[in-house]
């Protein structure tokens, strides 16, 4: 497993992040206890979890499952960079979610407490709450560091301009600020290229990409439904992406076999060859896809692959491949 420095920070992450949403929902205990073990074994050591996984307001599921296997020692704790998010509501009562003073402190210690640790290696915002100014949120955000409650700070589904206005309220305090973002980003959905990418750029924060496979469009799905399994791309927003992207999903998942090598590789390794990229997360249901994930670490995509690859999924604006303005004006 390779490492990297995440964002401008000292902090080192694997190239892989263990996202641990379908922990709870999906998968048993036990079961999630081995992956987080096996993701040990193949030097995964950055999780992503957030409050609100599991999707049982206030209960914390997928945290508390988290906070289990850290207590059954092992340096389970010790080897792991966990990073969680707050936003979400957490309660039916007022101020039981977004980015108030009260729901920062709140939900900080709810999460050490399901947790059982006594600090967050990365503190994320789910979402830009617009109606908290970021003094407040700046100030909320530097007694958790000072108490020793967090260690850094990042955002998740962030506009470029969020991020510019957080980095810069930050720095008129004398604060670190921002050193991640967490932005949907996939061959299918490219839109964080635009503004996202140039500005995360800018104030060095790593990108950190969810649904790296597009819900599992890019991970196989016209292959896995002639096999009669798929079953994630046959119904709701995973069927109609299937209908409308359906003509490219089939070139890219000729030019993977063409390759040999899975579709969901594929997908993961073009994100490990975009700059700014630190690690996208993968969501495992079973050890044996957490197995299989482990070759997009490794695959090296050659610039004729690329091209192709930016072919059938171009980038957003008329004059793809270039940051905005360029890219929608000369």
């Known amino acids: 497993m390779e490492y990297t420095n995440l964002g401008r920070s000292g902090l080192s992450v694997s190239r892989l992040c263990l996202g641990t949403m379908n922990f709870g ?43 289990r296997w850290f207590a059954t ?7 792991t960079v966990i990073a969680t998010k707050l936003y979400g509501s957490m309660s039916d009562w007022p101020n039981g979610n977004l980015l108030s003073a009260l729901n920062i402190r709140r939900a900080c210690d709810d999460s050490l407490r399901r947790m059982q640790t006594d600090y967050i290696d990365l503190y994320q915002m789910h979402h830009v709450d617009r109606a908290t100014p970021w003094d407040e949120i700046w100030e909320a955000f530097s007694v958790l560091r000072q108490q020793g409650k967090v260690l850094y700070f990042g955002s998740s589904n962030f506009a470029g301009w969020h991020l510019a206005q957080a980095q810069e309220a930050a720095r008129a305090r004398h604060f670190l600020g921002l050193v991640s973002e967490q932005s949907i980003y996939n061959l299918l959905n490219r839109w964080v290229e635009l503004e996202v990418l140039p500005a995360a750029k800018h104030y060095g924060l790593g990108v950190i990409p969810w649904s790296p496979l597009n819900g599992g469009l890019l991970g196989g799905a016209l292959r896995k439904q002639r096999e009669g399994g798929g079953a994630r791309s046959n119904s709701g927003r995973a069927k109609e992406g299937l209908a409308k992207h359906q003509d490219a999903i089939e070139s890219y998942e000729k030019l993977c076999a063409d390759l040999g090598e899975d579709p969901a590789n594929v997908g ?3 994100l490990l060859h975009q700059e700014g990229v630190t690690a996208p997360i993968i969501g495992p249901r079973t050890t044996e896809q957490l197995d299989g994930s482990l070759r997009a670490a490794e ?6 692959v690329l091209t192709k690859l930016d072919e059938l999924f171009p980038a957003p604006g008329p004059n793809g491949s270039k940051p905005a303005p360029e890219a929608y004006a000369w």
């Open 25 to 67: 929902p999906e998968t048993t205990e036990p079961d999630s206890f081995t992956i987080m073990d096996r993701a040990h074994e193949h030097g995964i050591n950055f999780f992503d979890t957030a409050n609100v996984y599991g999707w049982k307001t206030g209960e914390g599921v997928t945290e508390n499952i988290i906070g």
């Open 73 to 79: 020692g092992g340096l389970r704790r010790e080897k």
């Open 268 to 270: 993961l390794a073009w």
């Open 299 to 304: 695959l090296k995509l050659d610039a004729e």
